[in-house]
């Protein structure tokens, strides 16, 4: 047994050939979700009992995302000084 052994190239076809299967459960109760599943921001799928954030106690923030959008759709613009006579 060598430890570099590199994957044979069936090893690698069948890799390949099976693409990850999608998450179809909801994270919190794991029932089957299908197709009307909900995708939250932080990464899971969730049914419509479970697809609100506060309900499933979401760690995507929220306000800090929405401040950084703020932040670069509005720039902060500054008039230049007008000098006294």
Do not use: W
């Amino acid at each position: 047994v060598s430890e570099n052994a590199k994957p044979t190239p069936e090893e690698q076809d069948k890799s390949l050939d099976k693409p990850k299967q999608r998450k179809n459960r909801c994270f919190m109760c794991r029932k089957k979700v299908g197709l009307t599943g909900f995708e939250c921001r932080c990464g899971n799928v969730y049914c419509g009992m479970h697809r609100y954030s506060n309900v499933h106690s979401c760690s995507y923030n929220y306000k800090a995302d929405a401040a950084e959008k703020i932040r670069k759709e509005n720039p902060v613009v500054v008039g230049e000084k007008i000098q006294k006579i």
